[in-house]
């Protein structure tokens, strides 16, 4: 009887101590938000996008959706949690003007933080013409605090079916 009352509070405090050992406390600096990428849009075609073809780049903030994701769970009915429209934040976005070939560059500057950037970012790009988007990127293109230097970026746009 006496061992268990000994060995209750030692497993306790094993425990809370294993938990502190793994947390760590970042002590550096923190960088400056303001930040720049530069990079390429590439896509695969037989034939040049046409002149009346728009590409835009955008710097997006993932993390806001699952926010509001998670508010709406917690606070909504069930039947409403769906309808709650579930908007990224817009860091940047940028118009990249029609040059010749089929990697299309681009320089895009946008403001986040240390703690965002930790999260990390996504770059999108889609490229419209004749009234419809025609290239859209599919795969999340991941920018975080750790490969945000890493210059030139190749985003890779891929056919939007149509």
Not at 29 to 40: A, F, M, Q, S
Not at 48 to 61: K, N, Q, S, T
Not at 104 to 120: K, N, Y
Not at 144 to 161: D, F, H, I, K
Request: hydrophobic share 45%.
């Amino acid at each position: 009887m006496n061992l268990r009352l000994f060995l209750l509070p030692l497993a306790c405090a094993v425990t809370l101590l294993a938990g502190c050992a793994s947390a760590s406390l970042d002590l550096r600096p923190e960088t400056d938000p303001n930040r720049v990428l530069r990079g390429t849009v590439n896509f695969r075609s037989e034939k040049p996008l046409p002149a009346d073809a728009e590409i835009y780049v955008r710097v997006i903030d993932p993390s806001s959706t699952e926010q509001t994701r998670l508010a709406a769970s917690r606070d909504l009915p069930v039947q409403t949690r769906a309808q709650v429209p579930l908007m990224p934040t817009i860091l940047a976005e940028q118009r990249v003007p029609l040059a010749a070939g089929f990697a299309l560059p681009f320089q895009i500057e946008f403001t986040a933080s240390d703690e965002v950037m930790r999260r990390g970012v996504n770059v999108e790009a889609r490229i419209s013409f004749g009234g419809a988007v025609r290239y859209r990127t599919i795969s999340a293109h991941l920018v975080t605090l750790s490969n945000v230097a890493r210059n030139p970026y190749e985003v890779w746009v891929m056919s939007a079916g149509r």
